[in-house]
Each structure stands twice: as structure tokens, then as C-alpha cells.
């Protein structure tokens, strides 16, 4: 079944499974790389996938696939809170532009990482890119509109899972236009406009990266109770209901 082409492991991309998910592409398994909430951790997801390509045994590597789940909406979250904290009409003016920007230039990253000489050795080995994903596109602030984070990441050779709120607002007044690479330099230089305000984005990842880690290990938690209970209870005639709770 792990082996089956249809099947990705999914891992976060912890500093400690970082090395997990090389091992797992290396041995042949598709994965779903999840929790990437910043640029350099980004870049270790797609380095942890090339090297994998490289030790695989395989002599057909087209079998092997992979996605990479870089989450916005919760980015904007704790970006706006640590620009309004600074408070200052520029940090003021930031204000949701963070997510994406951020997420603009992780396409370019995607592009420049799965293009030269490294990546076409393992193209002709049939290897495919590693998909990035995005993640968290409902808006969370209502303010926004509905559609921001679909709208503003649309781009070839990208995955974007929509929670049914987005799919509607989409589905109903959506924009469907490249806009993932419309506005690089704009995108640099919110990135830069940020970073200048002193806010650490690989801190944000991190502080980011342990909050959802905890929540969604809480939401684990209950399902895994409340399954229990069910087998307990031998009660399988409401087995449909659903275990899990909103985190
Ligand atoms: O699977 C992960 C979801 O895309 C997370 O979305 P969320 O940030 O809205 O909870």
C-alpha cells in the first residue's frame, strides 16, 4: 500500500524529519511534505527531496512524487500581529501582504531549484518537480476578501487545496488570472520592507510551526479517543459521525 503510487507519506517539515523525508523519496515512497511556513525551511524540504532523487536505486524515478504544503493565511495571522504591535503607519501598511508575498517568492525558489544542470540529470532519470501546495487559504481575517490568498496564488504546475468556504467565495467571484508571477519584485520588496522592520521570518516559521504542530496534534489526539470510545462501546451504528473537532 506505502508503495502504491497514489499514497504519499505525509511529514512535517521539522528540523528532525527533515532527514526522514530524503530517506522516504530515497526508498522509492511519494511524500507530502506539510507545515512550511517559511523560505529556508522551504529550501531544506526541496534539497531533502533532490537528495533523496539522487540515492534512490530506481532506474525509473517516475513513480516517485512529491508536494510541498507551504501554508499562508496563518503566516498574515502572525505577521499582522507583530506589525501592528510595531504600529508605525509603514508597518501599518503591511498588513496582509506578508502571506503571500512570502509565497510568491517561494515559486521563484520552486523555479530556480527545478531547473539547471542538478535537476535535468534527474529529469532524465524521469523524476518529477516536487509540487508546492498551498496550505491555510481560507482568509482568517474577515477584512480580506474572501477570495484573497486563491486569487493571488494562481501559477502552473501548483496544487491548491480549498477548504469549501474558499471553493465557493472562488467558485462565485473568483479571479482566474496568473498572478503567482505578476508582481516578483513587488513581493521582494514587501519580503525585504518586513524583514527591515526587524521581524525574523524564519522566527515566524518556527513560532509558527510548533502552534499548528500542537494543535493538530490535539485534533489527532481526540480522533484517536474518540475512536476508542466507539470500539470500546462496540457502538458502530453512528460510525459515520465524525471523530474530529475543529482545532
Ligand atoms: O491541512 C491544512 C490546512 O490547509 C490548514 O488550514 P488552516 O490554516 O485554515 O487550518
Redesign the pocket.
Known amino acids: 500500500m506505502v508503495g502504491s503510487p497514489c499514497v504519499y507519506m505525509k511529514i512535517p517539515a521539522t528540523d528532525e524529519s527533515i532527514s526522514s523525508m530524503k530517506e522516504v523519496i530515497s526508498l522509492g515512497i511519494s511524500v507530502n511534505a506539510t507545515l512550511i511556513f517559511c523560505l529556508p525551511k522551504y529550501e531544506a524540504v526541496i534539497d531533502a527531496y533532490l537528495d533523496g532523487l539522487e540515492s534512490c536505486g530506481m532506474t525509473d524515478l517516475s513513480k516517485v512524487s512529491s508536494a510541498a504544503a507551504f501554508?499562508i493565511?496563518?503566516v498574515d495571522v502572525t505577521l499582522d500581529k507583530k506589525l501592528e504591535q510595531i504600529g508605525t503607519t509603514e508597518a501599518l501598511d503591511l498588513k496582509g501582504k506578508g502571506a503571500v508575498a512570502q509565497a510568491v517568492l517561494a515559486y521563484q525558489l520552486y523555479q530556480k531549484k527545478f531547473s539547471g544542470p542538478r535537476w535535468e540529470r534527474l529529469e532524465n532519470r524521469g523524476a518529477k518537480k516536487q509540487r508546492l501546495m498551498w496550505?491555510?487559504t481560507?482568509v482568517k481575517n474577515p477584512s480580506y476578501p474572501d477570495t484573497f490568498y486563491v486569487n493571488s496564488l494562481i501559477g502552473p504546475d501548483t496544487i491548491s487545496?480549498l477548504?469549501v468556504q474558499a471553493l465557493q467565495a472562488f467558485m462565485d467571484h473568483g479571479i482566474l488570472s496568473r498572478t503567482l508571477d505578476a508582481k516578483v519584485s513587488e513581493a521582494q520588496d514587501i519580503y525585504n520592507a518586513i524583514e527591515k522592520l526587524g521581524i525574523d521570518w524564519s522566527s515566524v516559521g518556527s513560532e509558527l510551526e510548533h502552534e499548528v504542530l500542537d494543535s493538530f496534534t490535539k485534533s489527532f489526539d481526540n480522533v484517536l479517543e474518540c475512536m476508542q470510545k466507539k470500539a470500546k462501546l462496540r457502538d458502530f451504528s453512528r460510525a459515520y459521525e465524525p471523530c474530529f473537532q475543529d482545532n
Do not use: E, V
Open positions: 501554508y493565511s496563518r496550505a491555510s481560507n487545496t477548504p
